[in-house]
């Protein structure tokens, strides 16, 4: 079954304060019991040790015992609770509690034998005499037997005080269960109510409301854990939205144009308006690979930007693989006239090859798209202690300030007439960006219109190589 936070904190509270007064009521009890004992036992000690003095007292110089004294004494020690038998030296009795009063002293010995079973049933106590010799001086002139409960006895006032003292820890305890309930709930609701919102919150992102936001304010740091994960996820979730949709309002138009370029040549040829030569052909066969290449990128790019994007990572010299793409693509560069130059030293990196040398095809193949003939691009490769750094340079026609933060966006184009000549779809960066991130690594770009523009691939060397 399951319990909300408030009831299960509310109700955890309350099991420790239960806990813990039913230990304190224990142990001082224990305690209690220990002490109060010895303290008692202790204390009829000193009384016995009382009626003896006095009693030693009343022994006369001439061998006679003060009779009226010993029996005022006699009777005091009565009252208090002890049955004193007082006898001679030649152990014959002078005086004795039961034959002067026996009806007070079995009424003692059952109260004594009542008091210790209220507070201690399985004791086996019983009434106990027990003797003690009466000096004078250093010789015994007698002897006084003292009766009472044994092994030691608790009087009304002892077991009053006992009682008291528990009834206080069971109205503590009792208050402290009640205390910490209500505490407990207030607390609990304190924690509860902000977690139940957050929740309220979270419910309604799920449900599509990807825009709103958790606004709890909290001083609780989990909550404010929560709260800002809460948002950092509605706010992925948001981004994912807008760009899901951005996509298929972008493909949508993207693909428009030359479909309808398509339409209009073939409805000419059909029409015949146009005759169906070879070059009206080649225009539409263009039109189609540029469809298809389109096509090929975005289904490429959805490939690298899924979340599964898995990494075949192996160890290899970065350089090398470049040099070779250099060498791939110099008849190009050699057609449009211009200086293709790299330089780089050996530099191990673990990455994936194939999805590198996709980044380094992309970068170069701009390069040589933007660069006009006659101009000059550089390829570098720089090692540090913990990045490998690939820059591709060349001295073209530069990207405008304002188009510089969104040319890594799929289907960005900083020029679009240029671009319609060009042939590009917009897509060669964002699949850049997507597999330099799936490396944990930054494409960062330097540019200024008219002076060229720069790429810096930086991967980070990993450790678990
Ligand atoms: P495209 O297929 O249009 O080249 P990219 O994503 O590769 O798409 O590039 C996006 C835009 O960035 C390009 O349209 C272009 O305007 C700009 N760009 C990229 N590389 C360069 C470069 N080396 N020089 C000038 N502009 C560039």
Redesign the pocket.
Known sequence: MKHSLRVKLSFSYALVALISVVLIMAITNLFLDKYFREYVKNNQEQKNKDVISSISHQYQNNGKWNMEMIETIGVRALENGLIIKVKDKNGNIIWDATVHNNGMCQRIIEHMAQNMSSRYPHMKGRYTEVPYPVNSGLTKVGEVQIGSYGPYYLSDNDLAFINTLNKLLIGIGIFSMLFSLVLGSIIARKLSSPISRVIGSAQSIAKGYFSDRVLERSNTKEICQLTSTINNLAGTLEKQEILRKRIGADVAHELRTPLATLQSHMEAMIDGIWEPDAERLKSCHEEIIRINKMVGDLEKLARYESESLVLNKTSFDISELIHRIVLNFEPEFKNKDIKLAFNGKIEEVFADKDKISQVVI?LVS??L???PEGGTVNISVKGAEDITEVSVK?N????PQE?LPF?FERF????KSR?RL?G???????IVKAITEAHKGRIEVQ?RVNHG?EFILSLPKETNQ
């Not at 073209?396 to 990207?399: A, E, M, R, S």
């Not at 590009?424 to 964002?430: D, F, Y």
């Open positions: 992309n701009n390069a798209k933007y660069t060349d073209g026609p530069g990207i188009d040319i960005y184009r900083a020029d671009n060009t590009g779809s917009g897509i060669g960066l964002t540019s523009t």
